[in-house]
């Protein structure tokens, strides 16, 4: 449910705060005259999307982005079988899920590298973006990744080899 006038909530430098209902389509858009044109809607249950447009005096520029609250998380680590450096990248998508699920600004991700009695080898704390683990003194095998978003309570697990 949203206030029936909702264009003050932008406008007065006012922090407020409302409930929307998500199992129903909302909708919220904001323009000021040349200059930003911001839009949220939530077209279906545990849907967003954002939308928003810059105008300046060289034109102006649109970019939208849409997060499914309960997609699978995007993470993706390569190469894989690995041999020097195992990469491991959180995705804008995760980020942003994590940050609408868990409603905070700036989440951060626990990755850990284990192997298969469970040991932890490497750990690294991340916002995002690509993380690297260096794996060239580990023996060949089968190790695990183990991936903490904050918002689910157990880890998003990879599959990892690593072969020199």
Known sequence: MLPSDYSNIITSGTTYSWYVDYSQYAFISYQH????YVELAFPQPDYVQLSCMAFNSCGYGYNYIDIDMYS?????????PASDILNV???LQTVLRAKAIRNI???????????GQGNLLRQSFTKGG????????????IYYLHIYDG???APEMHQIVVEH
Do not use: M
């Open 72 to 80: 699978p998380s995007a993470v993706i680590s390569y190469p894989n």
């Open 151 to 153: 918002v689910n309570s």
């Open 130 to 141: 690509t993380v690297e683990f260096n794996v060239s003194n580990l023996p060949d095998g």
């Open 105 to 115: 600004s700036d989440p951060t991700f626990d990755i850990r590298l284990l192997d």
């Open 89 to 91: 990248e959180i995705e």
């Open 33 to 36: 005259p040349n200059l930003n």
